[in-house]
């Protein structure tokens, strides 16, 4: 409990640093709202843009926290209403704490995530303490990209991660009850949840433990009937997800690197650091093929091989290299073998998560200037 205290007390710090020295106290910029859409003028609230920006997904998230139907008035702003509305969970739990009061959007979906790092962090240090590794490995679970990713832009990657450290506590713990109900949040939270609960439902068929495959897709069905309402409202787009040059942006970006608009050496830095992140999700992949072939199959080392094949099809789209995109999406990957490193004492196995949060912190570095006032 403790270590997860100081997790979300190290989340809480920062987030209230940066708002206050950076963005003169409003609350509203951590969901990183851009200058260059058709944002609304939302009655009663002093909304925090960036100029020349498009924003990102946390802008998008925070509107259906206003109004979480699809058949509202938000739904006409949405960039892509048939994949945002499908994550329901954290804009929704936002409005309920809220109490659908438009101005405490802002700060009840801050708290939401914070009670969402506490509990990661908490389940995170409970598995570690069952292998009789010690609890502050709790305190590791700021070091996955999605944590401090989704601190500094308001997405539902931190949830989403926390609730897939929670399926594997009541696993281990044989707390199938709890276990179910976490697998259905997953899938709410976020699409990719649905991967998670594939993973059990697959262990479980293997082990042919019927009954509990079977509350497995029971568990999945929530979000199935969630998807349907959505797509009947929104239809899915899929020209997006189809890869018309497979893996051409992705080799671009590896042989020529990004452009920024810095001085030569921070250019240099940066794009150091980029080739760092994209090490670190290479060596996951590489530690999840490796892990699949150590030992008999458990959820964990199933849940791995998914993300593994996710990473592969991301990267063959157009811009996916950068961390705060494929690091978020495949944050539980990183989680796993992270928890591997804690409970069988390999520490490397935690170096995946740490190479990708380097580039992180290095991408919230001018936010760190201005809580020093350096600049």
């Known amino acids: ?42 009655p009663g609230e002093d909304i925090y843009r960036f100029d020349n920006s498009d924003g990102f997904d946390g802008q998008f998230y925070y509107l259906i926290a206003h109004d979480p139907s699809p058949s509202g008035k938000m739904a006409g702003l949405i960039d892509s209403p048939d994949l945002r509305y499908q994550r329901i969970l954290v804009p929704f739990l936002a409005y309920a704490a809220a109490l659908g009061n438009p101005r405490g959007i802002a ?28 609890p502050a490995w709790g305190l590791a679970f700021l070091l996955i ?6 601190l500094d832009r308001m997405t539902v990657d931190l949830a989403m991660v926390a609730l897939s450290a929670g399926a594997l506590y009541f696993w281990e713990t044989n707390q199938p009850k709890k276990m179910f109900a976490v697998m259905a949040l997953l899938c709410l939270t976020r699409d990719t949840g649905a991967l998670v ?51 051409a942006w992705t080799r671009d970006f590896l042989l020529h690197g990004a452009a920024y608009s810095f001085s030569p050496a921070v250019n240099f830095a940066v794009r150091a650091l980029d080739l760092v992140a994209l090490a670190g999700l290479a060596a996951a992949l590489l530690a999840a093929v490796l ?35 494929f690091g978020r999406v495949l944050s539980p990957l990183a989680l796993n073998l992270l928890l591997y490193g804690a409970v069988s004492r390999r520490w490397w196995l935690a170096a995946p998560a740490c190479c990708m949060t380097l580039r992180v912190a290095a991408q919230l570095g001018p936010q760190i200037l201005g809580i020093a006032a350096l600049r």
């Not at 809480?12 to 200058?35: D, P, S």
Request: charged share 10%.
């Open 1 to 42: 409990m403790l270590y997860a205290a100081l997790c979300a007390a190290t989340g809480l710090a920062w987030q209230y640093a940066t708002v206050h020295r950076n963005y003169h106290g409003n609350w509203t910029a951590l969901f990183c709202v851009g200058g260059k859409g058709a944002f609304p003028q939302l």
């Open 107 to 134: 700060f009840s979906f801050v708290a939401v995530n914070l009670v969402f790092l506490f509990l990661g962090a908490w389940w995170t240090a409970r598995i570690a303490a069952l292998h009789g590794s010690h």
């Open 145 to 150: 990209p999605a944590v401090p990713i989704s």
């Open 197 to 247: 609960a594939a993973a059990f439902v697959a262990f479980f068929l293997i082990h042919r433990q019927w009954k509990r495959a079977l509350a497995g897709l029971a568990a999945i069905a929530p979000f199935a009937a969630w998807v349907l309402h959505v797509t009947a409202l929104h239809p899915v787009h899929i020209g997006p997800w189809l890869p018309a040059r497979p893996f």
């Open 291 to 325: 892990e699949a072939r150590r030992g008999s199959w458990t959820p964990a080392r199933i849940t791995n091989l998914g993300f593994a094949a996710l990473a592969l099809y991301l990267l063959s789209l157009d811009e996916w290299t950068h961390v705060y995109d």
